[in-house]
């Protein structure tokens, strides 16, 4: 297996994969049964052995349990790893209820992270979201102190709003913004996607099949106890318009010998050298395919065809889940 490629997180920022493994499916977190472990853990293990650095997770995933399953899988193996890491979401019995991103909480959170990690430093630290309970500017500013008492080596956010973005990066040189981002969720487009690309800051993309969307595979109706019925874009007529849509790609995957999963990572690899995308996976036989993925390229007419048929408002109803 050919190794992958690299891209650069930030003005003078690390080089990392330009895939990025997801490891929020590697433990339970809206209540379902945890992976396998050891599968999990293989996983991980050999996705860095085909040179996939950049392991994502959350403090909040499992309630701690996939930190502490990362930090067995690098065990003896740190430097081979880019580690980041989401803090801030508060979760009760596998439900969310809030955010927490007050100082005292952050430094309180960074430990528990080292600890479960059993690292020293966390590569790329970020808060998960932003609620306007706390500014900005003190939260990355909590952050750039645990910089500089050598907790944290990069800071990363997530899911914010291009102004928030403006602020954050004035405090402190953000490396990297993580967000949802797929040919069925192009509203950054407008203006989150042109302010990181203006201040150089790197894109790691998740939700790149919304939700499974995208992935070809997708049936109406979903099945009563599908978690995606939730969600407006699944529901009754909106799913029936939405799979409509979806078959374009089913067709160009067929033409181009490879499946919807890998065009939808592919349209979002191809947005931008700073792009990163961010794929959930938990076993082990999903990386040679999504690892080829990063590979397709598209005509120009494909790529119009694409951005056509999934034009911002295409999709009816929203939304997708953080990783």
């Known amino acids: ?12 920022g690390p080089l990392v994969s330009s895939l990025g493994l997801g490891c929020m499916r590697m433990s339970s977190i809206w209540g379902g049964p945890t992976p396998d472990e050891s599968e999990s853990m293989a996983t991980i293990n050999q996705a860095l052995d085909f040179g996939i650095n950049f392991l994502n997770t959350g403090d909040f995933y499992g309630a701690g349990h996939n930190e502490m399953l990362i930090g067995k899988a690098i065990r003896g193996r740190r430097d081979d790893a880019f580690i980041s890491v989401k803090f801030g979401a508060i979760f009760h019995n596998g439900q969310w209820i809030g955010l927490d991103l ?11 992270s080292l600890t479960r990690l059993g690292i020293d430093t966390i590569d790329l630290y970020q808060p998960s979201r932003m609620d306007n309970s706390v500014p900005v500017e003190e939260i990355i500013g909590t952050v750039a102190d645990l910089v500089k008492e050598g907790k944290v080596r990069h800071i990363g956010v997530s899911e914010i709003t291009a102004e928030q973005l403006q602020k954050a990066h004035a405090v402190y040189p953000i490396s990297a913004l993580e967000i949802g981002y797929s040919l069925a969720d192009r509203q950054i487009e407008d203006q989150l996607l042109p302010a990181a690309r203006a201040l150089g800051i790197a894109v790691v993309a998740f939700a790149n099949t919304a939700e499974g969307l995208l992935t070809g595979e997708m049936t109406a109706p979903l099945s009563d106890n599908d978690y ?69 390229e598209f005509t120009a007419a494909e790529m119009s065809a694409l951005k056509t048929t999934f034009a911002i408002g295409a999709i009816k109803g929203g939304t997708y889940l953080a990783r």
């Open 1 to 12: 297996m050919k190794n992958i490629k690299q891209i650069q997180l930030g003005h003078d």
């Open 102 to 112: 007050r100082p005292n909480s952050i430094k309180n959170f960074i430990n528990y």
């Open 228 to 296: 995606r019925n939730h969600f407006s874009r699944f529901q009754h007529e909106n799913l029936v318009h939405n799979l409509e849509k979806v078959a374009l790609l089913k067709q160009l995957a067929s033409e181009k010998g490879c499946t919807p999963t890998q065009l939808a990572i592919a349209w979002v690899k191809q947005q931008g050298d700073q792009i990163m995308p961010l794929v959930s996976m938990s076993k082990r036989s999903r990386l040679p395919e999504n690892i080829a993925a990063t590979e397709i």
